[in-house]
């Protein structure tokens, strides 16, 4: 298998080979965006990248948003593009050393860029990093990619055993408001601190 480590990641945005990056916030998480009325949320982005939710959050008016990425060239990209959004609620590190808590951890395409022999050490880090009854949502998919680099895609059933001990089902389903192309790909979650 390709060694994924942060220098695959640099090199990725160096070249900003991100297939997967659509260029905005992804339509499922927007609508639950909109959504939270409580703007004092403690929210963290792990694997930031391109920062499309953390600069929206930011724009509607969430400023306890903290965008997280270890790529230095993911950073410079996001920094370079949202100006505005506050220097030191991004935190340059690796996601397995952070220790604040948080009310709310944002996913989108961070489980899929971890290599599966490492999932479980991902669902023991988020559930350590929310706070009692703190959320865990986003978009998974729903799909097995046959590849030896990310996304590492899984099936349902595989995130529901990685949580089970963990975490409460609150939602978990097909978005029904994925872009065409990831139209019955994307399954939609809030999992709840257990």
Not at 2 to 20: A, F, M, P, R, T
Not at 65 to 89: C, G, H, T, V, W
Not at 134 to 162: C, I, S
């Amino acid at each position: 298998m390709l060694k994924i480590d942060k220098d695959y990641w640099e090199n990725l945005y160096e070249k900003n080979q991100l297939g997967w990056d659509i260029g905005y916030v992804s339509p499922p998480l927007k609508e639950y965006i909109n959504q939270i009325t409580d703007k004092n949320l403690k929210i963290l982005i792990p694997g930031g990248g391109n920062g499309y939710e953390a600069a929206y959050l930011y724009s509607e008016g969430f400023k306890n948003i903290f965008y997280l990425d270890y790529a230095e060239n993911a950073i410079k990209s996001f920094k370079k593009r949202f100006p505005d959004f506050p220097a030191q609620n991004i935190i340059y590190k690796d996601f397995f050393k952070h220790k604040e808590t948080y009310d709310l951890i944002f996913e989108l395409a961070f489980f899929t860029s971890i290599i599966p022999e490492n999932r479980e050490k991902l669902a023991d880090k988020i559930y350590e990093l929310l706070k009692p009854r703190g959320k865990y949502v986003g978009l998974f998919f729903n799909h097995e990619f046959k590849l030896n680099k990310p996304p590492f895609g899984a099936m349902k059933e595989t995130y529901l055993e990685l949580i089970k001990d963990k975490f409460k089902v609150k939602t978990f389903e097909i978005a029904y408001n994925s872009i065409k192309p990831r139209a019955g790909k994307e399954l939609f979650f809030i999992f709840e601190k257990a």
